[in-house]
C-alpha cells in the first residue's frame, strides 16, 4: 500500500512546483487519507465476510417462505396461507420487453460489473450518509436488489443518529457482499430472472408471471410494451405506482420507462410514440383470494382466529417470537368435513335462489329506500346507502386523486386528524351555522380529542381550500355514480355473475338487495363444527352472517321453558290462556319504566287454553309472557343462556349488553350471531350437556410439533330430565304433517322477528345441531307478510335440503338411522299430556294448514 501510495505522489508531483514543501505536506496527508478509507472498507468487508452473512451454499439455496395448509377433518388440503404464491419463469419464457424495460430502468450496465456498480457509489454514499435516506435507491444492481428481497434489511426505527449510520453502512456492505457472491452462483440472466420471479407487485401478484395475470389477465410473454413498462415502474415502489389505487402516478412512471428504453435505444422513436399515447386499462385485473375454493367464509375467520391465538403467549415459538402463519409452514388441522360443506353450500345457495326470486317478485316496481319508511327512517337509508357507495375502489382513488393534496397540507399542520367524509361534511355544517361544535362532538360525529385542532382548521386557509376540493369531488362522483358504465353484477347464473351496463349506484343497490343466508353445522357431542356457510357468495359479498349479530326472534322460546320447568317446576302439561298478559313497572324483577303487553305473531289472541307443548308448537307470545312471569326475573334465562355459551356480561361496541335484562329477550329481542344459537341448542341433542363449539383440533409447526390442541370445554347447562322434555318439545314441533321430509329424527324451532327482517330454524338430530338463519343485509331488505317472511318459509326448508343432501350420500358418513340418547327415569310422566301432540285448537290446525298449504304451492311451483 505504501509503494502504490508513493507512486501516486510521484505522479502528482510532477504538475507542482519542487519549492513548494506546503502543498508537498498536503498531497502527502490527502493521499494518506485516502490509503487509510481504502484499508478501513477492506477491513469492513473482511469483518463481514466472517459474519452471519450468507454461504455460497445458503445462496445455491435460498430460503423462501413457507405457505400454511388448511386440513380438514379427514386431513385433506383445502386451503393456504402465503406470502409467495407464484410461478417461476425461465429468463428464456421471459418477454423481451420485461427484460429490455428492466435493464434500461433498473440497471444499464448490468452485464459490465460483477455485482457493485462503482459509478454510482458516490451519489449512493451522498444519500445514504448526507441525506440520511433509508431507501438509497438509484445506486443499486439487480445483483444488489435481489440480495435485499432473498435477505432482508434490519429496521432503524428507534435507533440514534450515530447508530442509524452505522447499520446503514454495514446493511449496505453486506448488500454488496450478497451481490457478489451471487453474481458468483449464478449468470447474469439466472439474477435476472430470479429478480423478477421474487417481486412483490402487491395486490396478490408475486412475481412478474403473477402480476401480469392479476394486472392484464395474461400472461407475461403476452405482454406489450407498454403493459411491461407498466410492472417494471412498479419495481421502484409497487404501492406508490399502484396502477389500480394511484393511475395518474403509475402512468407517469410508465412514460418513465419508456422513456429510458428509447434513450437506450430498445424503442424506437415510432415505437415509443405510440407506447406513450396508450391509456392504463385495468379492466382485466383481477385479485387471487380466499373467495376460491371450498368454504370460504369459514377460511376468512380462521384468519382473524389464528392472529389471535398465536399473538398469546403459551403458542410463541422457542424464542419468544410470533408464529407467522404466512410464512412459518404451520399445518391446521380443522373439524370442518369437507362433503358436509360441500352439500351445505349447495343446499343454502339453491334455496336461497327461491327465496331471491319470491323477493323479487314481491318488490316488483317497489323501492326498499323509501317503501313505507318515515323521514328519519328514509334519511337513515339514504346515508348508508351512499356509505356503502362510497366504500368502493372507485371512489377512494377519486378522492385521493382530488383530495389527497389538500389533505396533505391539513396533516402536516393539524397532525393526523380523522378527516372522514362525514368529518368534512360535521365541520361545514358548523362553519355554515346548521349546527355547532358542542352538537357534532355530543353526537358523536366528531371526536371530542380532535375539536381543537377541528376547530383552528375551520379557521384557517387550508379549509378554504380543503371545501373547494371536497364539493369538486361531490360534484365529479355525483356524475359518476349516476353513469352506466361496463361491469359485472352476482346472480343466479352459471358462474354466479354476469356482464351487464350498469350505473355504480344501481350496482350497490343491486347487490344490496340479494337476499343473505347462514348455516352453521355442529356435531353436539365434540363441539365440532362440521359445515359453516356464511352466505350466498363470497366473491361478492364478504360479510359472514355466522358471526354477525341478529334478533333472533322465537327461537329464545325454548330457553325461557326449560327455565320455567327446571326453575319453577311448571309441569310440561299445565295449560295457560291464550290472552294479552302484560308485565308493568309495579312487577318486581324486571325493572321496566313502562308496561310492556305484547301481542301475538298475527295480533290475534284465542282466548283458548295451552299447555306447553301447544305453546311452543304455535310460538305463542303470550305464553312465553306468561312463563317469563312465572318466573319473576329474567335472570334464570339469560343465566342459563350463559351456561349454554352466550356470554351474558358481554358488551356491543356501544357499551349496551349482547344479552339484555329486559323481559323482551323472552321474544327474541336479543341479538345474537348462529355461532351462539346454534352452539346453545347443541345440549337439547346432548342431554343437557353443552360443548363449546370449536373448529381447529390442531395445530403443527413445520416439522411436527403440535403447537396447540383443542381441549373439550363441557359442563352440564341443563337437568337432563327437563332436557329430555324439551326435547320431545322440540321434536313435536316439526312432527305429524308438518314434519321435515327426511329419515333423521329431529327436532327444531323457527323463529321470525318485526318486520319478517331475519328467519332462523335451529334444527337437532342426534349426531348433528343444525342453525340457519336467512334474511337481508339492511333490515328493509325482508318480506312483506308473516306467510312470506317467517323462518318456516325462509329458513327451514335450507336445513331440509341440507339433510336430504346428507342421507342422499352415503359416502360422507352422515348416519341418518342415529337415535336420540334415551330419556332418564321420570320423563315419560311428566310429559304424559293425553294427546297433548295432537293439534286440537281449530284456530292454529287452519293456521299451520294454510301455511303448509302456501309453501306446497311454493315448491310446486319451482
Same mark, same amino acid.
Not at 144 to 170: C, D, H, M, P, V
Given at each position: 500500500?505504501?509503494g502504490f501510495i508513493?507512486?501516486m505522489?510521484?505522479?502528482?508531483n510532477?504538475?507542482?512546483p519542487?519549492?513548494?514543501?506546503l502543498l508537498?505536506?498536503?498531497?502527502?496527508?490527502?493521499w494518506?487519507?485516502i490509503?487509510?478509507?481504502l484499508?478501513l472498507?477492506?477491513?469492513?468487508?473482511m469483518?463481514?465476510?466472517?459474519s452471519?452473512l450468507p454461504?455460497?451454499e445458503?445462496?445455491?439455496?435460498?430460503?423462501y417462505?413457507l405457505?400454511t395448509?388448511i386440513?380438514d377433518?379427514?386431513g385433506?388440503?383445502?386451503?393456504r396461507y402465503?406470502v409467495?404464491?407464484r410461478?417461476?419463469?425461465d429468463?428464456?419464457a421471459l418477454?423481451?420487453h420485461?427484460?429490455?424495460?428492466?435493464l434500461a430502468?433498473?440497471d444499464d450496465r448490468f452485464?459490465?460489473?460483477?455485482g457493485?456498480?462503482?459509478?454510482?457509489?458516490v451519489?449512493?454514499a451522498?444519500?445514504t450518509?448526507v441525506?440520511r435516506?433509508e431507501h438509497?435507491g438509484g445506486?443499486s444492481?439487480?445483483?444488489?436488489?435481489?440480495?435485499?428481497?432473498l435477505?432482508?434489511?434490519?429496521k432503524l426505527e428507534g435507533k440514534?443518529?450515530?447508530?442509524?449510520?452505522f447499520?446503514?453502512?454495514?446493511t449496505?456492505?453486506s448488500e454488496?457482499?450478497?451481490?457478489?457472491?451471487?453474481?458468483?452462483?449464478?449468470?447474469?440472466e439466472?439474477?435476472?430472472?430470479?429478480?423478477?420471479n421474487?417481486f412483490e407487485?402487491?395486490?396478490g401478484?408475486?412475481?412478474?408471471?403473477?402480476?401480469a395475470?392479476?394486472?392484464f389477465?395474461?400472461?407475461q #410473454?403476452?405482454l406489450e410494451v407498454? +403493459?411491461? *413498462?407498466?410492472l417494471i415502474? =412498479?419495481?421502484? !415502489?409497487p404501492?406508490l &405506482?399502484n396502477? @389500480?389505487?394511484?393511475?395518474?402516478k403509475?402512468?407517469?412512471r410508465?412514460?418513465v420507462?419508456?422513456?429510458?428504453?428509447k434513450?437506450?435505444?430498445v424503442l424506437?422513436?415510432a415505437a415509443?410514440?405510440?407506447?406513450v399515447?396508450?391509456s392504463?386499462?385495468m379492466?382485466?385485473?383481477?385479485?387471487t383470494n380466499q373467495?376460491?375454493?371450498?368454504a370460504?367464509?369459514?377460511?376468512?375467520?380462521?384468519t382473524?382466529?389464528?392472529?389471535t391465538?398465536?399473538?398469546?403467549?403459551?403458542?410463541r415459538?422457542?424464542?419468544?417470537?410470533?408464529?407467522n402463519?404466512?410464512?412459518?409452514?404451520?399445518?391446521?388441522?380443522?373439524?370442518l368435513?369437507? #362433503?358436509?360443506?360441500k352439500?351445505? +353450500?349447495? *343446499?343454502?345457495?339453491?334455496y =336461497?335462489?327461491r !327465496?331471491?326470486d319470491? &323477493?323479487n317478485r @314481491?318488490?316488483k316496481d317497489k323501492?326498499?329506500?323509501?317503501?313505507e319508511?318515515d323521514?328519519f327512517?328514509?334519511e337513515?337509508?339514504?346515508?348508508m346507502l351512499?356509505?356503502?357507495?362510497?366504500?368502493?375502489?372507485?371512489y377512494l382513488?377519486?378522492?385521493d386523486k382530488?383530495?389527497g393534496g389538500a389533505l396533505?397540507?391539513?396533516?402536516?399542520?393539524?397532525g393526523?386528524?380523522?378527516?372522514?367524509?362525514?368529518?368534512?361534511?360535521?365541520?361545514?355544517d358548523v362553519v355554515?351555522?346548521k349546527?355547532?361544535?358542542?352538537k357534532?362532538?355530543?353526537?358523536?360525529r366528531?371526536e371530542?380529542e380532535?375539536?381543537?385542532?377541528?376547530?383552528?382548521?375551520a379557521e384557517s386557509a387550508?379549509?378554504?381550500?380543503?371545501?373547494k376540493?371536497?364539493?369538486?369531488l361531490?360534484?365529479e362522483?355525483?356524475?359518476?355514480?349516476?353513469?352506466?358504465?361496463?361491469?359485472?353484477i352476482?346472480?343466479?347464473?352459471e358462474?354466479?355473475?354476469?356482464?351487464?351496463?350498469?350505473s355504480?349506484l344501481d350496482?350497490v343497490k343491486w347487490?344490496?338487495?340479494?337476499l343473505?343466508?347462514g348455516?352453521?353445522?355442529i356435531?353436539p357431542q365434540s363441539?365440532?363444527v362440521k359445515?359453516?356457510?356464511g352466505g350466498?357468495n363470497?366473491?361478492?359479498?364478504k360479510?359472514?352472517?355466522?358471526?354477525?349479530?341478529r334478533?333472533v326472534?322465537s327461537?329464545i322460546?325454548?330457553?325461557v321453558?326449560?327455565?320455567a320447568?327446571a326453575?319453577?317446576?311448571i309441569s310440561?302439561c299445565?295449560q295457560?290462556?291464550?290472552i294479552?298478559?302484560s308485565?308493568s313497572?309495579s312487577d318486581?324483577?324486571f325493572?321496566?319504566d313502562?308496561?310492556?303487553s305484547p301481542?301475538n305473531?298475527d295480533?290475534?289472541?284465542?282466548g283458548?287454553?295451552?299447555?306447553?307443548?301447544?305453546?311452543?308448537?304455535?310460538?305463542?307470545?303470550?305464553?312465553?309472557?306468561k312463563?317469563?312471569?312465572?318466573l319473576?326475573t329474567?335472570?334464570?334465562v339469560?343465566d342459563l343462556l350463559h351456561n349454554?355459551?352466550?356470554d351474558?356480561?358481554l358488551?356491543?361496541?356501544?357499551?349496551?349488553l349482547?344479552?339484555?335484562?329486559?323481559?323482551?329477550?323472552?321474544?327474541?329481542?336479543v341479538?345474537?350471531?348462529?355461532?351462539?344459537?346454534?352452539?346453545?341448542?347443541t345440549a337439547?341433542a346432548?342431554?343437557?350437556?353443552f360443548?363449546k363449539?370449536?373448529?381447529?383440533s390442531r395445530?403443527?409447526?413445520?416439522n411436527g410439533k403440535?403447537i396447540?390442541?383443542?381441549?373439550?370445554?363441557?359442563k352440564?347447562?341443563i337437568n337432563?330430565?327437563?332436557n329430555?322434555v324439551?326435547l320431545q318439545m322440540?321434536r313435536?314441533n316439526v312432527g305429524?304433517?308438518f314434519?321435515?321430509?327426511?329419515?333423521t329424527?329431529v327436532?327444531?324451532?323457527?323463529g321470525?322477528t318485526?318486520?319478517?327482517?331475519?328467519?332462523?330454524?335451529?334444527?337437532?338430530t342426534?349426531?348433528?345441531v343444525i342453525?340457519v338463519w336467512?334474511g337481508?343485509e339492511?333490515?328493509?331488505?325482508r318480506?312483506?307478510?308473516l306467510?312470506?317472511?317467517?323462518g318456516?318459509i325462509?329458513?327451514?326448508p335450507?336445513?331440509e335440503?341440507?339433510l336430504?343432501?346428507?342421507e342422499a350420500n352415503?359416502?360422507?358418513?352422515?348416519?341418518p338411522?342415529a337415535?336420540?340418547p334415551?330419556p332418564?327415569p321420570?320423563v315419560?310422566?311428566?310429559?304424559n299430556?293425553?294427546k297433548?301432540?295432537q293439534i286440537s285448537?281449530e284456530?292454529?290446525?287452519?293456521m299451520?294448514?294454510?301455511q303448509?298449504l302456501k309453501?306446497e304451492?311454493?315448491?310446486?311451483?319451482?
Amino acid at each position: 500500500m505504501s509503494g502504490f501510495i508513493h507512486k501516486m505522489e510521484e505522479l502528482w508531483n510532477n504538475f507542482i512546483p519542487k519549492d513548494d514543501p506546503l502543498l508537498s505536506r498536503l498531497v502527502r496527508i490527502w493521499w494518506g487519507m485516502i490509503a487509510g478509507g481504502l484499508l478501513l472498507v477492506v477491513g469492513i468487508f473482511m469483518l463481514l465476510g466472517f459474519s452471519d452473512l450468507p454461504g455460497f451454499e445458503e445462496l445455491e439455496n435460498p430460503r423462501y417462505d413457507l405457505s400454511t395448509t388448511i386440513y380438514d377433518v379427514h386431513g385433506k388440503p383445502f386451503g393456504r396461507y402465503f406470502v409467495e404464491d407464484r410461478t417461476a419463469v425461465d429468463y428464456h419464457a421471459l418477454s423481451p420487453h420485461v427484460k429490455a424495460g428492466l435493464l434500461a430502468t433498473e440497471d444499464d450496465r448490468f452485464y459490465g460489473h460483477s455485482g457493485i456498480d462503482l459509478r454510482a457509489l458516490v451519489r449512493v454514499a451522498f444519500k445514504t450518509l448526507v441525506l440520511r435516506q433509508e431507501h438509497s435507491g438509484g445506486g443499486s444492481t439487480l445483483s444488489q436488489q435481489l440480495a435485499k428481497l432473498l435477505f432482508r434489511r434490519k429496521k432503524l426505527e428507534g435507533k440514534s443518529g450515530i447508530s442509524r449510520t452505522f447499520a446503514l453502512i454495514k446493511t449496505k456492505l453486506s448488500e454488496w457482499i450478497v451481490a457478489v457472491k451471487l453474481e458468483k452462483s449464478y449468470t447474469k440472466e439466472e439474477i435476472m430472472a430470479m429478480y423478477l420471479n421474487k417481486f412483490e407487485f402487491i395486490n396478490g401478484a408475486h412475481g412478474i408471471e403473477a402480476a401480469a395475470n392479476v394486472y392484464f389477465g395474461k400472461p407475461q #410473454a403476452d405482454l406489450e410494451v407498454h +403493459e411491461a *413498462a407498466t410492472l417494471i415502474g =412498479m419495481l421502484k !415502489n409497487p404501492s406508490l &405506482y399502484n396502477p @389500480v389505487r394511484f393511475p395518474e402516478k403509475c402512468l407517469q412512471r410508465r412514460n418513465v420507462v419508456l422513456g429510458l428504453m428509447k434513450s437506450q435505444g430498445v424503442l424506437d422513436k415510432a415505437a415509443y410514440e405510440e407506447a406513450v399515447q396508450q391509456s392504463l386499462d385495468m379492466s382485466a385485473f383481477a385479485q387471487t383470494n380466499q373467495s376460491e375454493g371450498p368454504a370460504p367464509y369459514f377460511r376468512a375467520e380462521l384468519t382473524k382466529w389464528l392472529k389471535t391465538l398465536l399473538d398469546q403467549p403459551q403458542y410463541r415459538k422457542a424464542d419468544g417470537t410470533a408464529y407467522n402463519v404466512y410464512t412459518d409452514g404451520l399445518k391446521i388441522y380443522t373439524t370442518l368435513d369437507l #362433503a358436509y360443506q360441500k352439500l351445505a +353450500e349447495e *343446499a343454502l345457495v339453491e334455496y =336461497m335462489q327461491r !327465496n331471491q326470486d319470491r &323477493y323479487n317478485r @314481491v318488490w316488483k316496481d317497489k323501492d326498499p329506500w323509501t317503501y313505507e319508511a318515515d323521514d328519519f327512517q328514509k334519511e337513515l337509508r339514504k346515508s348508508m346507502l351512499e356509505s356503502q357507495v362510497k366504500s368502493s375502489e372507485r371512489y377512494l382513488s377519486l378522492r385521493d386523486k382530488i383530495l389527497g393534496g389538500a389533505l396533505k397540507v391539513v396533516f402536516e399542520k393539524f397532525g393526523p386528524i380523522p378527516m372522514s367524509d362525514n368529518v368534512i361534511k360535521s365541520i361545514a355544517d358548523v362553519v355554515q351555522g346548521k349546527s355547532t361544535w358542542t352538537k357534532e362532538v355530543g353526537e358523536k360525529r366528531l371526536e371530542s380529542e380532535h375539536n381543537i385542532s377541528y376547530q383552528k382548521l375551520a379557521e384557517s386557509a387550508e379549509w378554504e381550500i380543503l371545501i373547494k376540493d371536497f364539493r369538486k369531488l361531490q360534484s365529479e362522483w355525483d356524475k359518476i355514480v349516476q353513469t352506466p358504465v361496463p361491469m359485472k353484477i352476482f346472480d343466479y347464473v352459471e358462474g354466479w355473475e354476469r356482464d351487464t351496463v350498469m350505473s355504480p349506484l344501481d350496482s350497490v343497490k343491486w347487490h344490496r338487495r340479494i337476499l343473505q343466508a347462514g348455516l352453521l353445522a355442529i356435531e353436539p357431542q365434540s363441539g365440532h363444527v362440521k359445515a359453516w356457510v356464511g352466505g350466498v357468495n363470497h366473491k361478492y359479498f364478504k360479510y359472514d352472517h355466522v358471526t354477525m349479530r341478529r334478533s333472533v326472534g322465537s327461537t329464545i322460546k325454548p330457553f325461557v321453558y326449560t327455565q320455567a320447568m327446571a326453575v319453577q317446576k311448571i309441569s310440561p302439561c299445565q295449560q295457560y290462556d291464550d290472552i294479552q298478559y302484560s308485565i308493568s313497572p309495579s312487577d318486581p324483577g324486571f325493572h321496566v319504566d313502562k308496561e310492556w303487553s305484547p301481542a301475538n305473531a298475527d295480533e290475534r289472541f284465542t282466548g283458548n287454553k295451552y299447555n306447553l307443548f301447544h305453546g311452543l308448537l304455535y310460538s305463542k307470545n303470550s305464553i312465553t309472557v306468561k312463563l317469563l312471569k312465572e318466573l319473576g326475573t329474567v335472570a334464570p334465562v339469560r343465566d342459563l343462556l350463559h351456561n349454554l355459551g352466550i356470554d351474558k356480561n358481554l358488551r356491543l361496541a356501544d357499551g349496551r349488553l349482547a344479552v339484555p335484562e329486559f323481559p323482551s329477550i323472552c321474544l327474541g329481542a336479543v341479538d345474537l350471531t348462529l355461532m351462539e344459537m346454534t352452539g346453545a341448542y347443541t345440549a337439547y341433542a346432548n342431554s343437557g350437556v353443552f360443548t363449546k363449539p370449536v373448529f381447529v383440533s390442531r395445530i403443527e409447526d413445520k416439522n411436527g410439533k403440535i403447537i396447540y390442541r383443542a381441549v373439550p370445554d363441557r359442563k352440564t347447562a341443563i337437568n337432563p330430565v327437563y332436557n329430555a322434555v324439551m326435547l320431545q318439545m322440540l321434536r313435536n314441533n316439526v312432527g305429524g304433517q308438518f314434519a321435515l321430509s327426511v329419515k333423521t329424527p329431529v327436532g327444531g324451532k323457527t323463529g321470525t322477528t318485526n318486520d319478517y327482517a331475519d328467519g332462523w330454524f335451529m334444527a337437532v338430530t342426534p349426531g348433528l345441531v343444525i342453525g340457519v338463519w336467512a334474511g337481508g343485509e339492511d333490515k328493509w331488505i325482508r318480506f312483506l307478510t308473516l306467510n312470506d317472511g317467517q323462518g318456516y318459509i325462509t329458513a327451514r326448508p335450507i336445513t331440509e335440503k341440507f339433510l336430504q343432501k346428507l342421507e342422499a350420500n352415503p359416502d360422507c358418513g352422515y348416519d341418518p338411522k342415529a337415535v336420540f340418547p334415551t330419556p332418564p327415569p321420570g320423563v315419560e310422566e311428566l310429559v304424559n299430556c293425553g294427546k297433548y301432540k295432537q293439534i286440537s285448537v281449530e284456530a292454529e290446525r287452519a293456521m299451520l294448514l294454510r301455511q303448509k298449504l302456501k309453501k306446497e304451492e311454493f315448491d310446486n311451483e319451482f
